[in-house]
């Protein structure tokens, strides 16, 4: 019974080994690699630090899709009612990305207080509202309760 | 009519799930065959009844009866044949119709193909399985009855999400939900032996296959959906560590261990209190993830479901199961005979750490998949994860099993010598060598770990080819005796060598597509060329054309090499008119060592189009690699040894005199 007491000493100290081993590389990756979600509101508010990947939403503002000529960047501002935010990407623009559409961009604010978009969400569905940027919506009291009410998801 | 006729098999179905959940549970315990038997006929009859629920369902849809609101809200007139029936199972009624259809197929089969099971175990697997159909149809029946009526009925449909209308996509679900649904059969068995508190080699030999089967439907069902996501999306990507594929990836990576581990259950008659844990979790991670892709807590192209008391109907679902099969495992476990003793190097060895790493994998991969939303439950921010944790944790930790599942065949059970092992696969070492001298030489990629996982990739597909030189002694012995060594090994070795190349080239193939991948944007002209990894890209011509059901901008885009034209390419901007709603299809060439890959955005001709163009190198591998982990898997499946009802009478045959160790099966 001896050897089979020690063989179950050395799987559970493997198992704890590894857990403790994948648990300590999981916080690691934590720490790096969570990605926050602001409002335009609190970026004008100077919650976000410059530089930091960050995810922020809102609605397209109406009129304010602005192409580059002669390049792939697209300019176009993000508002929740309360603040905007504008925003610049280079690439091509998500099928249902259009104004006053719902919309998240991963990117990067930069110090003149402009956010560079690496990714923009503006997924699957026209009903369909990010819920942070309900959220958002709600928080700067600019949420229109009734015919436009969305989070939905209708469908998709 | 055919509405009535599907709800009303519904509703006998879930009758029939009741009595085979009881009677022959109650059967078992007092011993009574014919109570048990009542399982089998249960199980096959209930199968039938939702066939034909599903088949009421699928011809609504085939003949648009508008009058019923799940049609409505999902199909319309004009759309092709294809996704008409697809349709049927591209919403939440419809799916759950189909997560029960497979439910039942499994028992059915179970039932059918069982016959050399012990009865009380049947019995008990089948009643589990009818508890697990039984709660699904209920939350059909009471929350999401897919033949719900809408009268007076609507001249017309509102149509199918166009991002659905994808021949990948239309069968992606049926495939998942096999391997998905398909693992209730590995945790039906666990909770049956639990009950019994019997475990042997036997129950690990009737539960193999049917976790191997529903492993085969998950690895292609997975490989559709990011194929799908790859030439749908348009971002030129096939994995985005997404919530959703994330729900479908964890129970794969808890089946491929499970289906390790089951190895050395019927081998040695080890690891059985932890391969029975396994199965249960497997499952509990399936359902798990039906709860967050149905739930409506995440929002995606899968969230059909927004309605808050699904959710909670599933969320109590899934605690009745994972909570109940845990707290039998905790009653029962500690009564299971311990089993064979190994060493830490030895075949159990290898795939004991096979399991450890693929089961902590998956628990990271739970982890960054579930984080966000505790955060936003306990309104401490909103938070996303992206790829770069799961790159940082699932990476590493899968490292070891790459590298340890080509050494793992070499070791013999119980006590083996690695030096050995290695020895033997110097070739596959020096390939390794020589593979990750020449990407940090010739590639221009920065950093080490691009050059390590090539040399990955190559010492798994070279290290699995050299084991299996090994094991017909090619080279070692006159080549008359390797042929006839050749036709000697059992099904289940050609499967596991099949499936492991097949990871290799899935290895190869994500390299590929992320560190090796160039990419370019730009606006182009009608005329305009742009050069990207040495293939000329000319934008020939935008045109508008009109398809079944939508209209699109098509550019075309014409592909060169060193000036020489050899293909076109055709991307195209969608709008469907219906759903009003526009897709995106990418325009790709493969040379099967490479894609060719354009998009096309918004524009007009006199400011020309955002054009987005990629060169993937290796991406069809993943694809490749999955299918043939896959087939590998079906290789193993009509191992003899594994044919239902065959137990143990395993190498009766004289091929057992191999001086390597005893072939591990199909892993």
Redesign the interface.
Known sequence: MR??KR?RL??VS??VL??G??AA??L???E??????HSPSDLKAGKAEVGQLI?IGGLVEDGSIA?Q????ITAFRVTDGAATATVTY????P??FREGQGVVV?GRLLADGAFQGVEVLA????N?M???VA?ALKKSGHWKMGEDAP???A?? | MTAELGHFALVAAFVLAAVQMSVPLWGAAKGDLGLMELARTTAIGQFLLIILSFAALVNAFVVSDFSVLNVVQNSHSTKPLLYKISGAWGNHEGSLLLWVLILALFGAMVAAFGRNLPPSLRARTLSVQAMIAFGFMAFMIFTSNPFDRSLPAPADGQGLNPLLQDPGLAFHPPFLYFGYVGLSIAFSFAVAALIEGKVDAAWACWVRPWTLAAWCGLTVGIGLGSWWAYYELGWGGFWFWDPVENASFIPWLCATALLHSAIVVEKRDALKSWTILLAIIAFSMSLLGTFLVRSGVLTSVHAFATDPERGVFILALLGVAIGGSLTLYAIRAPALQAGGLFQPISREGGLLLNNLFLSAAAGTVLLGTLYPLFLDVLDAGKVSVGPPYFNATFGPLMAPVLVAMVIGPFLSWKRADLGHALIRLWMALAAAAIAIALVLIYSGVKGVLPALGVGAAVWIIVGTLVEFADRIKLGRAPLGESVRRLRRQPRSAYGMTTAHIGVGLVVAGVLGATVFKTESIQVMRPGDTVVVAGYGFTLDRVEDIRGANYVAERAVFRLSSDGVEFAAVNAERRNYPVERQQTTEAGIHTTWFADLYAVVGEGDSRNGWTTRIYHNPLVPWIWLGTIVMAIGGAISLTDRRLRIGAPTTRRAKGAASNDGPVPAGAD
Do not use: C, M
Request: hydrophobic fraction near 35%.
């Open positions: 050897s089979r063989q050395w799987l493997i198992g590894l857990l081993g994948a590389l999981a690691t990756a934590f790096d690699n969570l990605v926050f979600f995810r192409r000529p002669g390049t792939a280079e690439g091509i623009l099928d249902l991963r997924k699957h569905d026209e369909y990010p819920p942070e959220d989070p939905k998801g469908g998709s």
